[in-house]
C-alpha cells in the first residue's frame, strides 16, 4: 500500500504581523495551543513572521510573554522575516492589520497567492467590532490584553472555518 494512502493533505497557517514579536507570535501560539486541544497538531501546521526583519532571531516582547503567562501560554518562537518561499510554503498567510496586508500583498505572483491572504479579524466571533488586530508594541496592558482577547477569539473562529472548508470532523 502507498504509505501516504489515506492521509490528509497537511493545512499551513502563517501569521504575520510587523515585528513578528508582539501579535503574530502571540497568535502561533494561541492557535498551536487551539490545535493540539482538538488532536489536529497532525493535520494543521502554525507559524509566525513580520513584515520587517528589526527582531530577526529574537525571542517575543517580554510584555506580550508576560501577558501571554498569566494565561497559560508559553509564547516561544524566534522572529523571522516574512519572504516570497512564504506563498508556496502555507496555505493561508494571515495579516493583522492593514498596513501587513499591503505589504504581503505587494509581494505576490498571481491571484492563487493573493487568494491566500486573509485579515485576522475575518475570523472574529464575539469581537466582530474590530477590523484589525491593534499593534500593542506603543502602548500600555491594556493593549497587550484586548490583542490577547481578540486572538484568542479570532482563532477559535479560524479552526471552525477551517474544519468545515477542510471536512475535518
Ligand atoms: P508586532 O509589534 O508587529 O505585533 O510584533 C511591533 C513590534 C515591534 C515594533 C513595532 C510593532 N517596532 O517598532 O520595533
Given amino acids: ?3 501516504t494512502e489515506g492521509k490528509k493533505k497537511r493545512i499551513r497557517l502563517l501569521f504575520v504581523c510587523l515585528g513578528n514579536i508582539c501579535r503574530s507570535p502571540a ?3 494561541i492557535m498551536s495551543g ?3 486541544k482538538n488532536e489536529l497538531q497532525d493535520i494543521i501546521e ?3 513572521a513580520g513584515t ?3 527582531h530577526q532571531g529574537d525571542l517575543p516582547d517580554e510584555r506580550m510573554r508576560s501577558h501571554g503567562e498569566k494565561r497559560g501560554y ?3 518562537s524566534r522572529a523571522r522575516k516574512f519572504k516570497k518561499t512564504d506563498f508556496n510554503d502555507f496555505d493561508y498567510i494571515i495579516v493583522m492589520d492593514e498596513n501587513n496586508y499591503h505589504t504581503v500583498k505587494s509581494l505576490v505572483s498571481g491571484k492563487e497567492q493573493a487568494d491566500k491572504i486573509h485579515l485576522m479579524t475575518e475570523f472574529s466571533v464575539q469581537f466582530n467590532n474590530h477590523d484589525n488586530i491593534p499593534d500593542p508594541y506603543y502602548g500600555g496592558s491594556t493593549g497587550f490584553e484586548l490583542v490577547l482577547d481578540l486572538l484568542e477569539d ?3 473562529g479560524l479552526l471552525q472555518v477551517i474544519k468545515k472548508k477542510h471536512s475535518l470532523y
Avoid: H, L, Y
Wanted: proline share 5%.
Fill in 1 to 3: 500500500m502507498n504509505p
Fill in 27 to 29: 497568535a502561533e501560539g
Fill in 34 to 36: 487551539i490545535v493540539s
Fill in 46 to 48: 502554525v507559524d509566525s
Fill in 52 to 54: 520587517s526583519g528589526w
Fill in 74 to 76: 508559553d509564547f516561544c
Fill in 154 to 156: 479570532a482563532c477559535e
